[in-house]
């Protein structure tokens, strides 16, 4: 396979003098990394240039995070402080590099360089574009690091999220991406129909005889991960006994069949996910410590949907792909506005679901229309309200404003509270107060399953 050359981005920030400029350029290629003109925009690694570390730099920085990938190089005789490595981080940069004076040789940054221009590569493959969507700061911040992660380790993954955020395409594409040369098969353990009766055979496989109706041997999800990876959905559900017997294999990689005396060993990257929130399990006692830090060699957690809005109208194109593939559908403008506008209790999941109704009503060519979307699901035509907003509700949300809370907070909140307070009045009747919020009643169901709102 053709190694594709190395390109960056060289951006000086503040006043960097012009032969330092030019010391720079020269350390970078002669170490066999081209630089760009500022023209190009092929390059996914970006090198920021800084001189100081000031707040209008940090600025400047931010802008230029809208690439995929930046790497702090600090050229300052100065010492910068560690508050000040922090700020550049929080700016945008994937790293921060100070160089007090010139290096003899660039392999400081290449080295990083090189390693950010493969995961990029990895990012913008088919396989990857194919399986997910979404061009998010945190959905893009997610993927760089699942792919770095896979690709480059053998760790162990714990992701988190809520319910429907994507947990299990995480957990398919870090096996999907996984560099080992001989990589073994992709397993799946749901761990919320595992009991103790079940789990020894289903993880540890059983030998003919083990137990009645035992007619012959049987592999389980240890053997047939050898090599591969062992995905625990689920993993919070596991009951006590079962986290014990799931410790010992995790840390030796060594199990036994039920029934048989032969010690026999598994090599297998373990990923696990859950909704749950482990820490607190393993403050009250639910969950093991010892198998908690073991499996959470590494963690990330899936953004819900509310967190990704910039994704909604991408994801929905990628998934009337997935139910028509090569189908060039568009949305009606109404439409979009429609799934923009939409609250999705069940996240990306629910924007499928969605979606897959809009698709199944849809007739004939051209643009999904307004007509595709559910009667129940449609939303309310709002009359408007004298008075409103008025002096009270501006006061309010002056009052958070001044407090710092940010405006998706703002919202968030706002339709908590309308939520329960309409559930108030219409005494816990969800079809009733979905009529008046101009919602589904669904939504407002999943809202309440989730403990989002009050019962």
Not at 215 to 229: E, M, V
Not at 242 to 268: D, M, P
């Amino acid at each position: 396979m053709q190694v594709r050359p190395i390109q960056v981005k060289l951006c000086f920030l503040g006043a960097v003098p012009a032969e330092m400029q030019s010391r720079l350029r020269t350390l970078i290629e002669d170490a066999g990394v081209g630089i760009a003109r500022t023209s190009e925009s092929t390059c996914s690694v970006c090198i920021a240039v800084l001189d100081q570390i000031t707040p209008a730099v940090l600025r400047a920085l931010n802008e230029l995070s809208r690439v995929p990938i930046v790497l702090a190089l600090c050229v300052d005789e100065g010492r910068p402080t560690t508050p000040q490595k922090w700020a550049v981080l929080d700016a945008g940069a994937a790293d921060f590099v100070h160089w007090p004076q010139l290096p003899a040789h660039a392999n400081e940054v290449v080295s990083r360089v090189a390693r950010w221009a493969r995961v990029q590569e990895l990012l913008d493959s088919p396989k990857l574009r194919q399986s997910v969507a979404g061009d998010s700061l945190a959905w893009r911040r997610l993927l760089r690091s699942v792919v770095e992660v896979a690709h480059f380790s053998d760790a162990s993954v714990l992701i988190t999220g809520e319910t429907g955020t994507g947990k299990e395409k995480i957990a398919r594409l870090i096996h999907d991406l996984d560099g080992r040369a001989d990589l073994g098969d992709y397993v799946v353990v749901d761990c919320t129909t595992l009991t103790p009766e079940l789990a020894g055979s289903e993880l540890f496989g059983h030998e003919r005889g083990a137990y009645t109706g035992s007619t012959g041997p049987r592999d389980g999800a240890f053997a047939l991960a050898h090599r591969g990876t062992l995905f625990l959905d689920e993993v919070g559900e596991l009951s006590l006994p079962i986290q014990a017997q799931l410790l010992r294999v995790v840390q030796e990689h060594q199990y036994k069949r039920l029934g048989s005396n032969h010690w026999q060993s598994s090599k297998f990257r373990l990923v696990c996910a859950t909704h749950r929130d482990l820490e607190a399990a393993v403050a009250d006692g639910r969950f093991r410590a010892d198998l908690y830090y073991r499996i959470a060699g590494w963690q990330c957690t899936t953004p819900p949907l509310r967190e990704r809005g910039d994704d909604i109208l991408t994801l929905a194109q990628h998934f009337v792909s997935q139910f028509d593939p090569g189908a060039t559908v568009e949305f009606d403008p109404a439409v979009r506005e429609y799934l923009l506008a939409r609250d999705y209790p069940g996240n990306v999941r629910d924007l499928r679901q969605t979606v897959a109704r809009l698709w199944q009503r849809h007739v004939g060519h051209g643009p999904i229309t307004v007509g595709a979307v559910p009667e129940k699901e449609r939303p309310a035509v709002q009359s408007e309200c004298a008075g409103w907003p008025d002096e009270a509700f501006d006061a309010a949300i002056r009052h958070a404003v001044e407090g710092g809370i940010c405006l998706k907070e703002i919202g968030r909140v706002a339709s908590e509270v309308a939520i329960r307070m309409v559930l108030e009045q219409e005494a816990g009747n969800l079809q009733r107060a979905a009529a008046r919020l101009g919602v589904t009643d669904r939504a407002l169901q999943i809202r309440r399953a989730n403990g989002r709102v009050g019962h």
